[in-house]
């Protein structure tokens, strides 16, 4: 069974200026340890899919699933715990909780989850080298580089030990060399842990590392290329 | 969980170290101001009562129930000697005062009017009270059982009495006979009310007492003073055990009840007060509170996103708004306290307002008091305030969608 189904995803976003369909009768499977790329051009509808998947949103028709769990019926309240418990999430940007360290910062979805406090600082910690970020453990966000900061992010994701982590555009705010290392670590994690990765960008040297590319045009998946 | 929702509120109420501290800053002088004006008023309050106890009121009253509701002057206080023993053996009572009082006529050439003529110990009176009356003429009476009267400055002008003048004064006896007697005006007293001025004049005990053909040593009343006025209701259930039972004794504030109550009215027009002050301050901090939850939209929209429940970020922005206005709590208190206990032993002089004040017995100098009865109420009502001000703030970022959050530039 794949880790995540979606079957006839439909989501349209009606507005003054006229409907939109975003996700247009997507139907697609990820497996267990998949490194993902969804890509298209601007506006084709890759962060709606994304927030679909990862039960921010919910759509218009079609069912998701994920592992045993149908996400599209559940309660609003269910899936903010389906969320915390199964998905780790990476943004683009203002991922971070400003007034809390790196450490904390990975920490605090461990707290959420009612992890030991010995357990998540260790666990933090761990996850901070692993990214290559333990030397900064203390720092705000404000005291990090961008790459450094989605790197902090990416151990805040993988710190709930969820299904897969899921990453909208995570490299589109960072220099090339910082989108180097960011895509090393993610990869290192997808090799050596077997995490998986869906995640969305139309950065051609990040849709070269990806094993996997979902082409969307219009909402529409136009090519779903194994490489 | 709890120690980290408080440390984020915290640091939280710092993303904007202006802001905050403005808001915490009008919170403390806010509190400063209430209990500053309640240590005030207080003092001012304090001082009235004091003076109208020392002057005129004593700290309580002996009489009998009769006389009470009907004024009989028949209904003489029993066993004088007795309650009077009693009275004297108490170690708690430093002096007490009898007296009789009667109405009357007073005549004063083609004049007349109805009095009320109080028939006083003057040693005694002396001992209770620091001046019955302010005589500005003459002098007080000096005789226990002479012909000497004083009289107010507004009867004497009405009547136009002079000092040494000779006036009747009518009385009925206790037997219903009618008796007429002769008194020399020794002295005029002034400063009170006009009414009371007009209502009331001072004769020996001993002769009103035989004009009233009541035995020689007999009162309507004993009005007395107490060595500890906090300890009154005690030394008066004593007292009462101590005495005949027809005997009834009332406290100051059952004697003068407005005097009694304006305490506890004042108490309650100040928790109004800075009841309306708080509100103020409150609406400050809600309105601090909606821009943060503004500003920081993306970043909530986010903690839901990434699985921050309801509840908790229910608690961290009601726990923020709880700091926001506690934070100043102990610097608004501190503030009031100190500047109540500087004052309190310099007085604040009131010398522009003199005139009026002493208009209503309030003193030139007022000498405010701490209220510390007063801090955890105020603590209490902040802490009430503040976390009904914190429901509406809390309930928008609840009602945030984090897609939608996430995608404001
Ligand atoms: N809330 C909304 N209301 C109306 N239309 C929307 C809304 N959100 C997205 N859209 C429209 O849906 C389409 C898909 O948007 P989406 O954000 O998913 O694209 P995207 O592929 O993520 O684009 P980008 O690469 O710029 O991030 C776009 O045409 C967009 O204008
Ligand atoms: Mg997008």
């Known amino acids: 069974m794949s880790l995540i189904q979606l079957n006839d995803v439909l989501k349209i976003y009606t507005s003054k200026a006229g409907d939109v369909t975003a996700v247009d009768h997507v139907s697609l499977s990820i497996e267990a340890g998949e490194f993902t790329a969804i890509v298209g051009p601007s506006g084709c509808g890759k962060t709606t899919l994304l927030n679909a998947i990862g039960g921010l949103d919910r759509p218009d028709k079609g069912s998701i699933r994920i592992g045993n769990s149908d996400i599209t019926g559940m309660s609003d309240k269910a899936l903010i715990d389906f969320r915390l418990n199964n998905i780790g999430f990476v943004f683009q940007a203002y991922n971070l909780i400003p007034v809390l360290t790196a450490m904390e910062n990975t920490a605090f979805i461990m707290e959420l989850q009612g992890v030991k406090k010995t357990e998540r600082l260790q666990r933090a910690m761990d996850l901070l080298s692993a990214v290559g970020i333990d030397g900064k453990a203390n720092n705000r966000p404000n005291q990090l580089s961008g790459g450094q900061q989605q790197r902090v992010a990416v151990a805040r994701a993988l710190a709930s030990h969820p299904q897969f982590i899921l990453a909208d555009e995570p490299t589109a705010n960072l220099d090339s060399s910082s989108t180097g290392q960011l895509l090393d670590i993610m990869a290192k994690l997808n090799a050596d842990e077997g995490m998986t990765f869906l995640f969305s960008t139309h950065d051609q040297r990040v849709i070269d590392r990806a094993r996997r590319v979902i082409t969307l045009e219009d909402g529409k998946v136009i090519s779903d290329v194994h490489v | ?409």
């Open chain 2, 1 to 409: 969980m709890m120690r980290n929702t408080l440390s984020m509120a915290w640091r939280n109420i710092w993303r904007s170290p202006w802001r905050s501290s403005v808001v915490i800053i009008a919170m403390a002088l806010g509190i400063w101001a209430g209990i500053f004006t309640i240590g005030l008023t207080q003092g001012m309050n304090t001082a009235r009562t004091d003076s109208a106890l020392n002057d005129y009121i004593g700290h309580g009253r002996i009489s009998t129930e009769t006389y009470m509701v009907n004024g009989d002057i028949a209904a003489y206080i029993p066993q004088y000697q007795e309650v009077t023993a009693s009275l004297e053996a108490s170690d708690q009572v430093s002096a007490w005062a009898p007296r009789l009082i009667t109405s009357s006529m007073i005549q004063s050439g083609s004049k007349s009017t109805a009095v009320m003529v109080m028939g006083v110990d003057p040693e005694r009176e002396g001992l209770v009270f620091s001046s019955a009356v302010n005589v500005v003429e003459g002098h007080f009476l000096t005789d226990p059982s002479g012909d000497e009267l004083v009289i107010g400055q507004s009867l004497a002008d009405k009547l136009d009495v002079m000092l040494d003048d000779r006036i009747v004064l009518t009385f009925q006896d206790q037997t219903g006979n009618i008796y007429a007697g002769l008194f020399w005006v020794t002295g005029i007293y002034d400063g009170v009310s006009n009414m009371v001025e007009e209502a009331n004049l001072y004769v020996s005990i001993g002769t009103l007492s035989e004009a009233l053909a009541l035995p020689s040593s007999s009162a309507h009343e004993i009005r007395y003073r107490v060595t500890d006025l906090a300890e009154l209701d005690a030394t008066q259930a004593k007292l009462t055990a101590s005495m005949p039972a027809v005997v009834q004794l009332d406290g100051w504030k059952r004697i003068n009840p407005e005097l009694g109550m304006a305490d506890d009215i004042m108490a309650q027009a100040m928790l109004i007060f800075i009841t309306i002050i708080l509100l103020a301050m409150s609406f400050g901090i809600l309105n601090t509170m909606l821009m943060a939850i503004l500003e920081r939209q993306r970043e909530l929209g986010m903690l839901m996103a990434i699985g921050m429940n309801k509840s908790r970020l229910f608690a961290l922005i009601v726990t923020e708004t709880l700091l926001l206005s506690l934070a100043g709590l102990p610097l608004g208190i501190a503030l009031g306290h100190v500047s109540l206990t500087l004052t309190a032993k310099t007085g604040i002089s009131m010398a522009s307002v003199e005139q009026g004040m002493a208009e209503y017995g309030i003193a030139s100098t007022i000498y405010p008091v701490t209220v510390p009865e007063y801090y955890l109420t105020i603590a209490a009502l902040v802490f009430v305030l503040s976390f009904l001000f914190s429901l509406y703030p809390a309930r928008k970022a609840l009602k945030l969608n984090p897609v939608e959050s996430m995608r404001v530039l």
